[in-house]
């Protein structure tokens, strides 16, 4: 069984920083692609940024230059650094994971969520 414990998200003033942080944990899996999705009130969930086993980012035009996204592969963990946050930026961010376990299946994961809020 493979779990995902988020961590970082709080309350920032517009400009601010945060860090997110997010370990797979368990045994018998191989970690794959990673990313962080999020989803404000009333809207549905989008990525904002993903990064593949080799490390290469892919980012939402809205984060671009702001957020940046990074990986410890020997940890199985995700980073999302968030700089110069904005009001806008205020929603439920989801660490998200593809596995494929040791019997070969793969394994589409999802974070608990961190709440992130913005105040202008």
């Known amino acids: 069984q493979v779990q995902l414990v988020e961590s970082g998200g709080g309350l920032v003033q517009a400009g601010g920083s945060l860090r997110l942080s997010c370990a797979a944990s368990?045994?018998?899996?191989?970690?794959?692609?990673m990313g962080w999705y999020r989803q404000a009130p009333g809207k549905q969930r989008d990525m904002v940024a993903t990064?593949?086993?080799?490390?290469?980012?892919n980012y939402a035009d809205s984060v671009k230059g702001r957020f940046t996204i990074s990986r410890d592969n020997a940890e199985n963990t995700v980073y999302l650094q968030m700089n110069s946050l904005k009001p806008e930026d205020t929603a439920v961010y989801y660490c998200?994971?593809?596995?494929?376990?040791?019997?070969?299946?793969?394994?589409?994961?999802w974070g608990q969520g961190t709440q992130v809020t913005v105040s202008s």
């Open positions: 998200n994971v593809l596995l494929t376990t040791s019997s070969g299946g793969g394994v589409n994961k």
């Open positions: 368990g045994s018998r899996f191989r970690v794959n692609a």
């Open positions: 990064i593949t086993s080799g490390a290469k980012p």
